[in-house]
Nanobody, 116 residues
Framework: QVHLVESGGGLVQAGGSLRLSCVAS????????MDWYRQGPGKQREYVAL???????NYAESVKGRFTISRDNAKNTVYLQMNSLKPEDTAVYYC??????????WGQGTQVTVSS
């Protein structure tokens, strides 16, 4: 059974930084593409970033240049380094595991709150 656990969220002032982690179990992590999504208050869940099995990355325009996604296959972990945080980054952040295009699972989310 796929199990994804996010951590690292919290309360931070605008301009600050946080690093989110997502630890995966129940899958062969190195064979899965990993995504980060977020859902702000009153908003739909939106794409943030992805990293492929080969290490290629892609970002939503709203976070490009501020967020960095990375992975450590030895630790079955994907990270999201978030710098220069803005109040509009406030959301619950979720990781998602995909085998190719097939979604294998979602985490339960971690709350990020950015105060102005």
């Amino acid at each position: 059974q796929v199990h994804l656990v996010e951590s690292g969220g919290g309360l931070v002032q605008a301009g600050g930084s946080l690093r989110l982690s997502c630890v995966a179990s129940g899958i062969i992590f190195s064979t899965h593409n990993m995504d980060w999504y977020r859902q702000g208050p009153g908003k739909q869940r939106e794409y943030v970033a992805l990293i492929t099995t080969a290490g290629s990355t892609n970002y939503a325009e709203s976070v490009k240049g501020r967020f960095t996604i990375s992975r450590d296959n030895a630790k079955n972990t994907v990270y999201l380094q978030m710098n220069s945080l803005k109040p509009e980054d406030t959301a619950v952040y979720y990781c998602k595991a995909r085998l190719g295009a097939v979604v294998r699972g979602w985490g339960q989310g971690t709350q990020v709150t950015v105060s102005s």
